[in-house]
T-cell receptor
Framework: NAGVTQTPKFRILKIGQSMTLQCTQD?????MYWYRQDPGMGLKLIYY???????DKGEVPNGYNVSRSTTEDFPLRLELAAPSQTSVYFC?????????????FGPGTRLTVT | GDSVTQMEGPVTLSEEAFLTINCTYT??????LFWYVQYPGEGLQLLLK?????DKGSNKGFEATYRKETTSFHLEKGSVQVSDSAVYFC?????????????FGTGTLLAVQP
């Protein structure tokens, strides 16, 4: 049972480059989320999705884009990477049934922008 | 706004010592409260939860009681093990709208020495 998988595990980008962080879940969850975790800080919500074709901004969306074409996949796109985007990125999903408070997290992607 | 404050780490304990990690919250409504744990190199996992005042969440020897009068949800364990070494996040969830968003504290690193 894979749960939430993320690729890549690590990545180094140069300033101005772009990349896509992949996230896939096999639990048929409708809700999916992207967070970033900076050192000494809690997780900040970047974007979320309540179902295929529906996405919305979280707390810190600037510099990122998402899409949700299927229930399983929720990729996060970084355009024109900046050093401020150096962070650990977590994808999560949760079931539709309320209270859907339990979120299932992937192992994270550690991104460095230099 | 809604927020979670938890004690700064690292917390260093010897095996079999008693653990307390403090967590307080600010919320405009009636949140549910959670403790998530992040083991080294892994994503976050739900450790325990409480959905209303005076509820006690428990799992794997950890406990936390939802105290509305003090707006607190302190994590305790009577006898820690080396395998409990991890980062612990307190979080709240306010239900509303199309999704349920988690607000995390900054995390507390626990290091247990043999």
């Amino acid at each position: 049972n894979a749960g939430v998988t993320q690729t890549p595990k690590f990545r180094i980008l140069k300033i101005g480059q772009s990349m896509t962080l992949q996230c896939t879940q096999d639990m048929n969850h409708n809700y999916m989320y992207w967070y970033r975790q900076d050192p000494g800080m809690g997780l900040k919500l970047i974007y979320y999705s309540v179902g295929a074709g529906i996405t919305d901004k979280g707390e810190v969306p600037n510099g990122y884009n998402v899409s949700r074409s299927t229930t399983e996949d929720f990729p996060l796109r970084l355009e024109l990477a900046a050093p401020s985007q150096t962070s650990v990125y977590f994808c999560a999903s949760s079931p539709t049934e309320l209270p859907s408070y339990e979120q299932y997290f992937g192992p994270g992607t550690r991104l460095t922008v230099t | 706004g809604d927020s979670v404050t938890q004690m700064e780490g690292p917390v260093t304990l010897s095996e079999e010592a008693f653990l307390t990690i403090n967590c307080t919250y600010t919320a405009t409504g009636y949140p549910s409260l959670f403790w998530y744990v992040q083991y080294p190199g892994e994503g976050l996992q739900l450790l325990l939860k409480a959905t209303k005042a005076d509820d006690k969440g428990s799992n794997k020897g950890f406990e936390a009681t939802y105290r509305k009068e003090t707006t607190s949800f302190h994590l305790e364990k009577g006898s820690v093990q080396v395998s409990d070494s991890a980062v612990y996040f307190c979080a709240l969830c306010l239900y509303g709208g199309a999704t349920n968003k988690l607000i995390f504290g900054t995390g507390t690193l626990l290091a247990v020495q043999p």
